[in-house]
């Protein structure tokens, strides 16, 4: 195989006089991924989804959206080990699919996480209020954006340091609560409760089916951000090595965690506690991480798992802000953005595409300071479909990745990995993101909300088209034939 050189630079430690530098290590990568999927979904909203669900149907979902997720780094991982390069998913849309499709999923992807960057400064200063009510949110705000800002400009290392420790506290904290947990369940520590929470009431499948499919949404986003190792692809050192490493060990840490949690804490808090369906950033006393600290007597449980948020949401806004970064920066190189974007910093930083996707972010945030918040939450629904629109991509790339290499004659052992359960797996994985998608709105329904904000729960999927179809109707681009396809193999 030759490939190892991209239009991002040759698949080593050194830098590209025009392109990223490949500085982050097989430990960053794994970090990124596993710090883009542990946040607030697991120290807070994990006790409303046993509360809705029950512990066993909030298990079934956790590991249902777990298998699929998997499943998508599987594709992505095969499509990232063998063509290496910034913007990745949107990239591999352009080459395999059409550049209608590529302009689209990539656009799509850098909106997600610009407006996510705004959504973490929002929650940042929700965090501090904890310990410093009388400061003024934007004061907080303001100041993160300064720091997520100075991170991702000093370096692609910098960031990825920052991000491996970000990553490890969070890491850790999940560690210590599962092993404190366990020895809990175990009557090591205190009185084990045996599996009385399992049984009572309607446990351990709440509200049966429909219990279930709500959490399954919730749960989709908890495990969103582990398509980061695709961006940061393009800036990985000998990613033929460092990628399939990752994605090896990524799904089974992740998956871990949320299930290990999930099991825990429905054993030590019965699913009608009050406080699981109360949990909320700005309440973090009652996430159910701090009850169970408590409960083992750990000093100042509240500030501790505070602490940890506000590492989460700032590990959340410094790999938002460098994915999306990333992305309009490859989106700039294929002609998509403007060419002023493509500006590299003497550290080979995209340091124009970096200044405008904070400048979106600020811009987010202040929507959400004017008026009744209307504009923001608008911002926030636009985006929300984005990270599931993104996967179904992924899926899609890689059926089409698979086809130009069936199309070209080649033969998989020339891949450095090869994704398992191909075709069945991909299949798999993009039906469940379509009907993922499609069931976006049955909360509304079900909660009998007006059609107007059942409508809004797909506001995201006419933008996606929108932006699809407008670059074809534009640039009349055809689709890639699979025969031809640039596979970077030759």
Request: with cysteine; glycine share 12%.
């Amino acid at each position: 195989m030759t490939t190892r050189t991209t239009r991002t630079g040759p698949a080593t430690d050194s830098a590209s006089a025009e392109g990223l530098r490949r500085s982050l290590r097989g430990r960053h990568l794994t970090m990124i991924s596993i710090g883009g999927a542990i946040g607030t979904g697991l120290f807070v909203a994990s006790g409303s989804t046993i509360s809705q669900a029950g512990p066993g149907g909030a298990l079934v979902a956790y590991a249902a959206i777990g298998v699929m997720v998997w499943l998508i780094m599987q594709s992505l991982g095969e499509m990232a080990a063998c063509l290496p390069v910034a913007g990745s998913f949107g990239e591999y849309g352009t080459r395999f699919v059409s550049p209608s499709f590529g302009f689209a999923i990539g656009w799509n992807y850098w909106f997600n996480w610009a407006v996510t960057v705004a959504a973490e400064l929002v929650a940042a200063a929700l965090v501090m209020k904890f310990w410093l009510p009388d400061v003024p949110s934007i004061v907080w705000s303001g100041l993160f954006l300064l720091i997520l800002f100075g991170i991702n400009a000093l370096s692609t290392r910098a960031y990825g340091e920052s991000e491996f420790w970000f990553a490890t506290i969070k890491v850790a904290a999940v560690v210590v609560f599962l092993v404190l947990g366990v020895a809990m369940i175990a009557g090591i520590l205190g009185d084990s409760p045996g599996a009385a929470n399992w049984t009572r009431g309607e446990a351990p499948f709440v509200g049966g089916g429909k219990g279930i499919l709500l959490v399954l949404l919730v749960a989709g986003y908890s495990f969103q951000g582990t398509e980061l190792i695709g961006t940061a692809a393009g800036e990985a050192a000998h990613p033929e090595r460092t990628i399939p490493r990752a994605i090896r060990t990524i799904f089974w840490r992740i998956l871990l965690f949320y299930v290990g949690a999930i099991i825990v804490i429905g054993f030590l808090i019965p699913y009608t506690d009050p406080n699981l369906l109360n949990t909320s950033e700005e309440n973090v006393s009652i996430s159910p991480f701090t009850l169970v600290f408590q409960r083992v007597g750990v000093l100042g449980a509240a500030s501790l798992m505070n602490a940890v948020i506000l590492t989460s949401v700032l590990s959340a806004g410094t790999s938002g802000l460098y994915s999306s970064t990333r992305m309009l920066f490859a989106l700039a190189e294929r002609g998509h953005a403007p060419r002023f974007l493509k500006r590299l910093s003497r550290h080979q930083v995209p340091l124009n595409a970096l200044l405008a996707t904070t400048l979106v972010g600020l811009t987010g945030f202040l929507t959400s300071l004017i008026g009744d918040g209307r504009a923001y939450e608008l911002l926030l629904t636009v985006s929300a479909l984005a990270g599931f629109i993104t996967w179904a991509g992924i899926s899609w790339c890689h059926w089409k990745f698979r086809a130009a290499l069936k199309a070209q004659n080649h033969d998989l052992g020339e891949l450095p990995y090869r994704a398992r359960f191909f075709p069945a797996g991909t299949i798999a994985a993009l039906l469940a993101c379509v009907a993922i998608i499609a069931g976006q709105a049955y909360e509304p329904v079900v909660s009998g909300a007006s059609l107007s904000d059942i409508l809004m729960s797909y506001v995201g999927i006419p933008f996606f088209f929108a932006l699809w179809w407008g670059h074809k109707l534009v640039t009349r681009a055809p689709r890639v034939d699979p025969a031809t396809a640039d596979l970077g193999l030759d």
